[in-house]
């Protein structure tokens, strides 16, 4: 299958490095260039795109609304690419929406593993049960549908993921590493306040009160547990 991939940056030479390390995991990367956030938009409209990497900071609309905009019609895998590097930054752009976070100057090797982690789709191992269910909350493991009390539910790809590593070990704690290493795969190096987000996320979208747990239970220090089946 051909990665098709849409990348948002107005520095010519920063889009051809991106190019250049997406077409050394996908030689047949089918790679296209948007130098502001009005030509992402539209491009974005106009063609299917597996993968959306945005620069925070290009010509206007920038990345952050670019990335908003997108997610209203769309739960394709988002990467942000920007020389911002405040918490506050990175924290804003993953509540938009954004699955990861890349400042610049970047290594290329780090940007081909958040590539290969965004795009990776992980086989299940082993016998594995159709779906889950806990309270109201049912995840169906097949169709990668979420629904709490019979409506469906949108998620991400990240945030998907995460609920999903979290019903496969439901009842037991999950702790903020192993969730790192397997939403975001085992090349990924970073802190446990990016599954803080997503977890805000995942609760915000399932209705759940971080005081009074329905479904998600936070250990503190550790990491997380969902609720057993009920």
Request: aromatic share 6%; charged share 25%; hydrophobic share 45%.
């Amino acid at each position: 299958m051909t990665v098709r991939l849409l990348v948002a940056e107005d520095a010519p030479d920063v889009a051809q490095i991106v190019t250049y390390s997406a077409r050394m995991i996908w030689p047949d990367c089918d790679v296209r260039i948007a130098g502001s956030g009005t030509e992402a938009i539209r491009q974005f409209l106009d063609e299917p795109s597996d993968l959306v990497i945005l620069d925070i900071q290009m010509p206007p609309p920038n990345g952050l609304e670019v990335c908003r905009r997108i997610r209203e019609v769309s739960q394709v895998p988002i990467l942000m690419l920007t020389v911002r590097d405040a918490t506050v930054d990175k924290v804003q752009a993953l509540d938009l929406g954004a699955d990861d976070y890349l400042t610049k100057p970047f290594d290329p090797l780090e940007l081909q593993a958040r590539l290969r982690a965004l795009v990776r789709r992980s086989a299940p191992t082993g016998p594995q049960e159709d779906r889950f269910v806990s309270n109201d909350l049912v995840i169906d493991f097949a169709l990668h549908e979420v629904q709490v009390a019979g409506q469906v539910v949108t998620l991400t790809p990240k945030e998907y993921r995460m609920l999903e590593v979290l019903a496969r070990h439901a009842g037991t704690v999950v702790p903020n590493d192993l969730l790192l290493s397997r939403v975001w795969g085992p090349d990924w190096i970073a802190s446990a306040g990016y599954v803080k987000v997503f977890i805000r996320r995942l609760r915000k979208k399932l209705g759940d009160d971080a005081e009074q747990p329905r479904y998600i239970e936070t250990v503190w220090g550790i990491g997380y547990r969902l609720v057993g089946r009920r």
